[in-house]
């Protein structure tokens, strides 16, 4: 069974800066994009970007520049380096990832439980 799990979110004074971190753990056989995506209350849920397999990157335009995302093929994880942060950043943010499972070869979507991260001083 693939799982995504999140880690790194939390309470930070605007400007701060916070990294995400999410694993993938299961029986895979391979990743190709991973992304983060983000919900607020009340909104719906919006992408903050996304890396393929060989490291190309996009990102929506309101998170350039104050966010990076990275990943490590070989510890299979992907990270989200969020600076600058504003309040209008706090949502739920939520991992994805396109894997190929080992054992049927099928590519799903999967998606993490979340990890809030509030912008408040």
């Known amino acids: 069974q693939v799982q995504l799990v999140e880690s790194g979110g939390g309470l930070v004074q605007p400007g701060g800066s916070l990294r995400l971190s999410c694993a993938a753990s299961?029986?895979?056989?391979?990743?190709?994009?991973m992304g983060w995506y983000r919900q607020a209350p009340g909104k719906q849920r919006e992408l903050v970007a996304s890396i393929s397999n060989i490291g190309s990157t996009n990102y929506a335009d309101s998170m350039k520049g104050r966010f990076t995302i990275s990943r490590d093929n070989a510890k299979k994880t992907v990270y989200l380096q969020m600076n600058s942060l504003k309040p209008e950043d706090t949502a739920v943010y939520y991992c994805n990832a396109d894997i190929r499972d080992l054992l049927r070869l099928t590519r799903d979507n999967y998606w993490g439980q979340g990890t809030q991260v509030t912008v408040s001083s």
């Open positions: 299961g029986s895979i056989f391979s990743i190709s994009t």
